[in-house]
T-cell receptor, first 112, second 112 residues
Framework: DAGVIQSPRHEVTEMGQEVTLRCKPI?????LFWYRQTMMRGLELLIY??????IDDSGMPEDRFSAKMPNASFSTLKIQPSEPRDSAVYFC???WGIGSQYFGPGTRLLVL | KQEVTQIPAALSVPEGENLVLNCSFT??????LQWFRQDPGKGLTSLLL?????REQTSGRLNASLDKSSGRSTLYIAASQPGDSATYLC???????????FGTGTSLTVIP
């Protein structure tokens, strides 16, 4: 298995632009998680899906953030409009049942 | 809210030493605890997962223990190697399911 795949790996954009991050979970996994990692706040859970349904989005910082999972093999995290304080590394992770989480390589986002 | 603390924040040891990393959490109502390693610029790699009903898990030179009542977990690394140099994070999952809280990590350097 290729593991969790994220794209793009790096993204540089200007404030106010829309940013879309993509994730392909491991085949057969039924839960998907989006995290954000910064030096100041560490690793934070933004939202998770179970069987493609959003279960808890209480970690999403504000309405500028949205996430979708249209099918079991694809999810997006969108920021619109982006702001410099959104600069961080965004990770996607997946798992099956109550097993271990498997993380993707992350998307390093820089908003100028 | 669950708080997860890892001490020390950084650790430097000579190659061959045995070492212990600590993780403490404030809410003992956890479902499981997972240890990860993160290499610079990379995603997280799962090391060990301990279910709440278990007291320890072992994988090769790694041994993780869990004491729910005291809110503590330790990761023991035997005969450390330079390749063990990384940041080690622990994460607890609440027993409500799919609520994860990460520690800020311990940065380990093993000196050849």
């Amino acid at each position: 298995d290729a593991g969790v795949i994220q794209s793009p790996r790096h993204e540089v954009t200007e404030m106010g632009q829309e940013v879309t991050l993509r994730c392909k979970p491991i085949s057969g996994h039924n839960s998907l998680f989006w995290y954000r990692q910064t030096m100041m706040r560490g690793l934070e859970l933004l939202i998770y899906f179970n069987n493609n349904v959003p279960i808890d989005d209480s970690g999403m910082p504000e309405d500028r953030f949205s996430a979708k999972m249209p099918n079991a093999s694809f999810s997006t995290l969108k920021i619109q409009p982006s702001e410099p304080r959104d600069s961080a590394v965004y990770f996607c992770a997946s798992r099956w049942g109550i097993g271990s989480q498997y993380f993707g390589p992350g998307t390093r986002l820089l908003v100028l | 809210k669950q708080e997860v603390t890892q001490i020390p924040a950084a650790l430097s040891v000579p190659e061959g030493e045995n070492l212990v990393l600590n993780c403490s959490f404030t809410d003992s109502a956890i479902y499981n605890l997972q240890w990860f390693r993160q290499d610079p610029g990379k995603g997280l790699t799962s090391l060990l997962l301990i279910q709440s009903s278990q007291r320890e898990q072992t994988s090769g030179r790694l041994n993780a223990s869990l004491d729910k009542s005291s809110g503590r977990s330790t990761l023991y690394i035997a005969a450390s190697q330079p390749g063990d140099s990384a940041t080690y994070l622990c994460a607890v999952e609440l027993n409500t399911g799919n609520q994860f809280y990460f520690g800020t990590g311990t940065s380990l350097t093993v000196i050849p």
